[in-house]
């Protein structure tokens, strides 16, 4: 079965796409999938958390295999890591640049990270109408969720009122996230029983049914 791709688009910085990058592909990795990560945000935030895992976790990356590309590049390493994973995801930097429609194009699921507020919310437009332009299915996360308030049923709402799918799981404003990759690892291995670990592996699944993936 070729291989599947995810990229995690959002042109609002701040949303959290490297963390659920990363956390995600611990994920998928422990489960005992091949998961290849690929990094075109010029920041490299996702690629400095993977040196500390070689360092600390596994000098193979624990499973995980990682490309940081950009421009010309970015296509043909997509393509060579596809050929040896079974999911690859894609780490993109917050702007509309060639990488990112490339990458979008590219996806079988553009996953739209976003926090439960109308700046974020409205700040998700743009990421939306190029996911429609390339015909790559879109799903909304929400990312650094409070645990209290009717914040999140009502912007839920307005998403569903413009017809765009949103993810049934929803990751917590949780510390166990940031505290995990510090350590190079995802929370599934350094905090197995958190409701964070649920969290994530909660949206694993959820991403796993939607793309049929064995």
């Known amino acids: 079965m070729p291989a599947k791709a995810i990229t995690i688009a959002q042109q609002k910085g701040g949303a959290g796409k490297t963390t659920i990058a990363a956390q995600l592909a611990v994920a998928y990795a422990r489960a005992g999938r ?14 400095a958390w993977f040196d500390i895992r070689k360092a600390l976790v596994d000098e193979d990356g624990g499973g995980i295999s990682f490309v940081q590309a950009s421009g ?6 997509l393509d060579r890591l596809k050929r040896n994973v079974d999911l690859v995801l894609i780490d993109s930097p ?45 799903l909304m996360v929400f990312n650094r969720t409070p645990s209290r308030g009717k914040l999140v049923d009502a912007v839920r709402k307005k998403i569903r009122d413009a017809d765009v799918p949103v993810a049934q799981a929803v990751l917590g404003n949780r ?9 190079g690892k995802g929370v599934v291995e350094s905090n197995p029983r958190h409701t964070a670990t649920r969290e994530i592996l909660a949206l694993a699944e959820e ?3 939607r793309l049929q993936l064995d």
């Open 34 to 47: 091949r998961v290849g990560l690929l990094d075109i945000d010029p920041q490299g935030s996702l690629a």
């Open 94 to 138: 917050p702007h509309a640049e060639t990488e990112v429609r490339i990458a979008v194009r590219a996806a079988d699921l553009i996953l739209v990270p976003m926090q439960p507020s109308p700046m974020d919310l409205w700040a998700t437009g743009p990421t939306l109408e190029m996911a429609r332009k390339e015909k790559s299915p879109a």
């Open 175 to 183: 510390v166990a996230f940031a505290a995990s990759l510090m350590e």
């Open 72 to 77: 010309w590049r970015l296509s043909t390493e």
């Open 207 to 209: 991403i796993a049914a």
